[in-house]
């Protein structure tokens, strides 16, 4: 069965860093690439980046850019969203999901088919 699970999330000071993972089986892993997702109280859940299966054309919101990357290692079946110089509107449950095979990389839901159960990131003093 397709499983997505994510890790590295919790409390982090303003300023900080953090690292995600998200390990995926129950699947051909490099046929999919893989988007990060979040989603805030109140807010609605938007779209942070994509990397594809080749790991070459990383996708990332306008309101990361510059600092969160997205990597991943194919030979662990991870995918990886470093974020660092992290500010409160950072605060939010991330999740990762599958890019549906016949896609490019996109920020929009509805193009995964699969999402893992989410890991809390919160940025506060």
């Known amino acids: 069965q397709v499983q997505l699970v994510e890790s590295g999330g919790g409390l982090v000071q303003p300023g900080g860093s953090l690292r995600l993972s998200c390990v995926g089986s129950?699947?051909?892993?490099?046929?999919?690439?893989i988007g990060w997702f979040r989603q805030a109280p109140g807010k609605e859940r938007e779209g942070v980046s994509c990397?594809?299966?080749?790991?070459?054309?990383?996708v990332m919101s306008g309101s990361v850019k510059g600092r969160f990357t997205m990597s991943r290692d194919n030979a662990k079946t991870t995918v990886y969203l470093q974020m660092d110089s992290l500010k409160p509107e950072d605060t939010a449950v991330y999740y990762c999901?599958?890019?549906?095979?016949?896609?490019?990389?996109?920020?929009?839901?509805?193009?995964?088919?699969?999402w893992g159960q989410g890991t809390q990131v919160t940025v506060s003093s």
């Open positions: 999901a599958r890019l549906r095979r016949d896609k490019f990389c996109t920020l929009s839901d509805p193009d995964y088919d699969y």
């Open positions: 129950g699947f051909t892993w490099d046929y999919y690439g």
């Open positions: 990397i594809s299966y080749s790991g070459i054309y990383p």
